[in-house]
């Protein structure tokens, strides 16, 4: 019984995963600097909603947490493609509790591939965010 209820404070303590259910493929979104998935989709460190919010949690946020057309349709990365293209809902016509269109290609608040020369213009790199190192 003690088990289940520490990893349950320890899920809530690292992300708000609730967050994720209110976008498409919101548990399954790619960690642009490894093999697994991003699980603080807002935030530059995967797993904590500490560190600060990238753009696609400022953009998010000012939405009040609803996946709308319009954020739908934000590029929030800079990297050349919409937010619903890389969550998986190219057509920006994802609704909560529906399956989306496709699979999340990309992160949407980190731009791709990081280091790139596309991406340049970007702050972030793997395993640090300004002088806050990150990443896994």
Not at 2 to 8: D, F, K, S
Request: net charge negative.
């Amino acid at each position: 019984m003690i088990v289940p209820l520490v990893l349950a404070l320890v899920t809530l303590a690292v992300a708000h995963p609730g967050y994720r259910d209110l976008m498409p493929n919101g548990y399954s979104v790619p960690n642009p600097c490894g093999a697994d998935t991003w699980q603080a989709v807002g935030h530059y460190d995967p797993y904590h909603h500490t560190i600060a919010k990238n753009q696609f949690g400022k953009d998010f946020a000012a939405a009040a947490h609803i996946w709308t057309e319009t954020l739908c349709k934000t590029d929030s990365d800079g990297d050349g493609k919409t937010n619903g293209e890389e969550l998986g809902d190219p057509a920006c016509i994802w609704n909560v509790g529906d399956r989306p269109a496709g699979s999340a290609s990309g992160h949407p608040g980190i731009c791709e591939p990081v280091g790139s020369a596309a991406c340049s213009n970007q702050a972030f790199r793997c395993g640090c965010h300004g002088n806050q190192c990150v990443g896994r």
